[in-house]
């Protein structure tokens, strides 16, 4: 056994993890814990954020990135609080983080102390694992236990420690027990519902798979089956990815998120392989179609919408055993047809972002930010209408990686989440998108950027207004009250904190900026960037209700539709299918 701090302790036991770095802002009732850091610093790197959200938000976003366990800390009272809003967007994503939570000293609680509350029964909803510890020696248990129940539940744990017992010395001796947290599961499934699964497929005009984050890790897989049984492919948002987004079988996700394809294969599938989501709008499909719902958690089964076949078990072993199968589908009608919708789609969405006559469009900047992302890039999306341009436009088809606030759908997680991706991954490129509402919320911390010499790429989409509540204010037909935001020079603040700066308001001005980033890279740029672009207030189409299809809607409706949202050169699949 050592003599150490209980604080130090409590750093070896996060290294015993392989944690490299957390995040937090270090106060009265917590610094004999960072004092602990410090005795560690050469092993784990404190990652002093200017607001405890961004660290909670950024500790979120490793655990998606990662699928290890990210951390964040924060004093008592006012810190504590400050964690929430990335402890749920955690605990919604199903992602595993430990907070660790300042609380006054011993002696003193108890006594209503200066900024002393009962903080365990705040934790109670939010975390899988909430305890306060009671004695100096508790410390690294404690820890170590809280860690093996975010992994193991997939959600936050929070550790509440008094300062004056982080401070105290024990004796400690680091544990035996292996920090194991990768899950080895495989599934062995009845060999009679693969055959029922196969037989459903044969039997199918417009089947299609619906693929949830538990297919990320299996994009080889996903591939082969589209392509072996004839099946157009959808991902649920925050599995954007799990499937090439080139890929001609691919057709993006449905919902105001979505895609025209998306929607329109959706809408007229008769068979839906719906494989690791408990994708909530499930529920919004035509009556009568029928769902296969595969999942590793049967509390999930059945929950969004009555399902005809339920299969409990590991998605890429239930991929395996249909590719196992002696059994091909030639590419079909309904198949074809979806992938002409798709390259419409892609088609009308270049003509988008090439027309900058009345201000510089937002698909114009997801596509240069297309044609400058490497091959491994990371991708950081807020929350807002700059979900649905990247969404559609990202390249997510080789080995990039992409987070977003999926459940939690919080706003001001980009800039937490190009923190995160920098962080846990130094050598790639990484890039956020905020809307100016989103990026105003958080962006302080482009002063964590600078001091850690993090070269993200921040892109503010700056439209003066909430234009996702913009577009359910349209839709309501109420007054657009509340919802006009005030701009601000984004790059003249990046460059007053240290970051370089580009204002873009045009094609031009855009192209001179990628150029001059591209070569900021070149020669090893440690400044983080911002690029204000200011673009034109332009309500985005919204794909969660598509009336195109002249079999369903009369003219009128559809003339209504694509004037509102210049839908142009763009059939309905049903006119495609007719065609074919």
């Known amino acids: ?258 895609t025209k394809p998306g929607f329109e ?85 270049d003509k988008l972002a090439d027309d900058d006559s009345d201000g510089l469009p937002a698909e114009a900047v997801m596509k240069m930010i297309k044609a400058h992302a490497a091959d491994d890039a990371i991708f950081g999306a807020d929350v807002g209408n700059n979900t649905e341009w990247a969404i559609r436009q990202l390249p997510l088809n080789k080995d990039q990686k992409f987070t977003l606030s999926s459940w939690f759908a919080t706003m001001g997680y980009g800039l937490p989440a190009g923190l995160a991706g920098k962080l846990s991954f130094p050598k790639r490129q990484v890039f956020t998108i905020s809307g100016d509402g989103g990026f105003a919320m958080v962006m302080q911390d482009l002063l964590t950027e600078v001091k850690y010499q993090l070269p993200v790429i921040n892109v503010v989409l700056e439209n003066k207004v909430f234009g996702f509540i913009q577009h359910e204010k349209i839709a309501a037909k109420q007054a657009p009250y509340g919802i006009d935001l005030i701009g601000a020079n984004w790059a003249g603040i990046a460059e007053n904190m240290g970051a370089i700066g580009f204002t873009v308001t045009d094609h031009a001005s855009l192209k001179a900026a990628f150029d001059e980033i591209e070569t900021l890279q070149k020669n090893g740029n440690t400044k983080p960037i911002v690029i204000d672009a200011k673009i034109k207030n332009v309500d985005p189409i919204d794909t969660s209700f598509m009336p195109v299809d002249p079999d369903q809607f009369d003219q009128e409706t559809i003339k209504t539709y694509k004037q509102t949202y210049n839908v142009f050169g763009q059939p309905a699949l049903s006119e495609i299918l007719k065609e074919l």
Do not use: C
Request: charge should be negative; charged fraction near 20%.
């Open 265 to 349: 294969v959706s809408q007229m599938a008769d068979l839906v392989l719906s494989v690791g989501t408990n994708y909530p709008f499930l529920r919004f499909l035509p009556k009568g179609v029928k769902v296969i719902q595969v999942n590793n958690n049967p509390a999930d089964i059945g929950k969004q919408r009555d399902v005809d076949l339920a299969i409990l078990g590991d998605a890429k072993d239930f991929l395996n055993e249909l590719l196992a199968r002696d059994v091909t589908i030639a590419p079909t009608k309904f198949l074809q047809a979806a992938r002409l919708d798709k390259q419409n789609w892609d088609n009308w969405l």
């Open 1 to 258: 056994m050592t003599k150490m701090k209980a604080g130090q302790a409590l750093a070896k036991v996060l290294e015993s993890w392989d944690i490299d770095h957390l995040y937090g802002i270090t106060a009265d009732s917590i610094n004999n814990t960072v004092d602990g850091l410090y005795q560690e610093r050469d092993k784990i790197k404190y990652i002093q954020v200017r607001h405890e959200e961004v660290g909670s938000l950024a500790a979120a976003a490793d655990a998606k990135l990662t699928g290890k366990i990210g951390v964040s800390f924060g004093s008592a009272g006012p810190g504590a609080t400050h964690l929430f809003n990335g402890l749920y967007d955690a605990k919604m994503d199903h992602a595993p983080v430990l907070a660790i939570v300042g609380q006054s000293s011993t002696g003193v609680m108890n006594t209503s102390f200066f900024q002393e509350m009962n903080q365990d029964p705040m934790f109670v909803d939010v975390s899988v694992f909430h305890e306060q510890v009671v004695s100096a020696h508790q410390i690294p248990y404690v820890v170590d236990q809280a860690i093996r129940a975010a992994y193991a539940h997939k959600g936050p744990a929070v550790v509440i420690i008094p300062d004056d017992l982080s401070g105290q010395e024990i004796e400690f001796t680091d544990f035996k027990t292996a920090p194991i947290y990768k899950e080895e599961m495989h599934t062995k499934f009845d060999e009679a519902t693969i055959d029922e699964v196969v037989a459903d497929l044969k039997a199918a005009q417009h089947p299609i798979i619906w693929a949830g984050v538990g297919l990320k890790g299996t994009t080889k897989e996903l591939v082969a089956v589209s392509e072996k049984f004839s099946l157009p492919v959808l991902s649920t948002v925050p599995a954007t990815g799990v499937m090439p987004t080139d890929h001609p079988n691919f057709m993006g996700s449905r919902g105001r998120l979505g």
